[in-house]
């Protein structure tokens, strides 16, 4: 079974810089993408970054130039690395796993070709969850 843990979330200020971190166990194979989620208090779900196998790495416009996913492959370890960070990033960021293609998956979600409801079941395992709070 595949079990995934992020860590990393806190309260930090505006203009401020964070790392999350997302660890994945049971993997079965070396074929699968990683992703971070977000959800802030009153909105829906939204996808935020995406790296798969190869390293390949996709992002929401909005944290373009900001955020930077990487990967250390061989422990199977998920960074988001976020900076210049404004309220409008506060929320509850979720690192998830899927298929290596959900990456591909998630570059057409980015470029709004897809919902929301088309990339989730991409992603077949979820961590629980880790707060992100950015103080003005």
């Known amino acids: 079974e595949v079990e995934v843990v992020e860590s990393g979330g806190e309260v930090v200020p505006v203009g401020g810089s964070l790392r999350l971190t997302c660890i994945a166990s049971?993997?079965?194979?070396?074929?699968?993408?990683m992703a971070w989620f977000r959800q802030a208090p009153g909105k829906e779900r939204e996808g935020v970054a995406t790296?798969?196998?190869?390293?390949?790495?996709r992002y929401r416009d909005s944290v373009k130039g900001r955020f930077t996913a990487s990967e250390d492959n061989a422990n199977k370890i998920l960074y988001l690395e976020m900076n210049s960070l404004t309220p409008d990033d506060t929320a509850m960021y979720y690192c998830?796993?899927?298929?290596?293609?959900?990456?591909?998956?998630?570059?057409?979600?980015?470029?709004?070709?897809?919902?929301?409801?088309?990339?989730?079941?991409?992603?077949?395992?979820w961590g629980q969850g880790t707060q992100v709070t950015v103080s003005s």
């Open positions: 998830a796993v899927g298929t290596s293609g959900a990456c591909i998956t998630m570059g057409r979600y980015f470029a709004g070709r897809f919902d929301l409801e088309d990339i989730t079941p991409r992603f077949a395992s």
């Open positions: 049971g993997l079965p194979n070396d074929e699968y993408a």
């Open positions: 790296i798969d196998n190869d390293g390949d790495t």
